[in-house]
């Protein structure tokens, strides 16, 4: 195949190696957009946008299980596609990778995926009482329901839409409720629940990378309502730590980033200062660092642990050099490992 556009003859590197391809995931709501625009999915040449004749290949991963990938081949690498699949294969073994020969085919692969998912949703915005639905049903509410929906919503055919109103409600915003009343349930799940939940796995499975359908931010800040006298740090920890995560899924500020930062040195000094007994189950309940660093900003940071070092400065605290030891570690894990230098520095 040629490296030039056939249109305008400017270069297309598109057009070279694999040729366009076009990668989609179930939980990927504008990918699913495009695989259904028999627009969207032409490829383009580089430089002027012409439409080019080819084919792209389209790969679509699959949660599964088994977890697998569904791939149209692309018209470019034609004569390759046996070379390149195997290329696949021995590089991820465990995969379920499967050749589908048209985009119409695995355009009916992803309507029985999607559909019920849809089905599901349509279930729940037909019950009478949504919350007792979502405690019935919240292992099955995760994102790829609630990226179907979404996705349901855009009207695609192919019997998967959804309507745009339910009794009177957009039903985007229904649905944007039932996704808070979701996450909500699973971020106090874990203090009901004996055995292995891990509070860090829930927000991994039910929040990280998920579609924020309309409303739902707003829907869960009410439902979490406003900060409360609540003596205990678990229900606040938990809560706040939900919202940290879904405003960096939704790509928004989170309005309590300050509380949540406080709450997060609070839990991590408490469980190195022998807050609570050595075996007890909360010690495995702080979110993970990776979570920690992406929700928890230096500005943040930077108020509670100057703050927490100035009150034992103040109080003449024998606890003052120990407490800064362990500040500067959780610093570390929630990537400002520079911070408590910087803020002696200053002082
Ligand atoms: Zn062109």
Known sequence: MTDTCPVCGEPAGVLTGLGPRVSLNEADVAGLITLFDDDALVPRCDANSCR????????????????GAWMVPGSVMAGEWEAFLAGVRADAPGLAVRTVPSVGDLRVLVTRLLGPRVALLRKALAAGDRRAFVAENVAELT?????AGAFALTGPGF???????????????LLGDL???????????WLRASGDLRLDDLLHRFADDTVVLPGALDALN?????????TRWVVPYSLEALRATVCLAAGQPNPERQRWSDLYFGFELARRGGGWDPGSSLHHQGVSDERAAATIGLHAAWITVGERIRALQDEGSPELTVTVQRLDEICGQAGHPKLVAALLGEN
Do not use: C, K, N, Y
């Open 52 to 67: 080019l004749p080819v084919q792209p290949m389209i790969t679509m991963a699959v949660a599964g299980p088994p977890a």
């Open 159 to 173: 019997g998967l839409d959804l309507p745009a109103r339910t009794r009177d409600r957009p039903t985007a915003e």
């Open 179 to 189: 996704q808070a009343g979701v996450w909500w349930l699973i971020a106090l799940f």
């Open 143 to 147: 994102p790829a329901v609630f990226a």
């Open 222 to 230: 009410a439902h979490i309502g406003e900060p409360g006298d609540e």
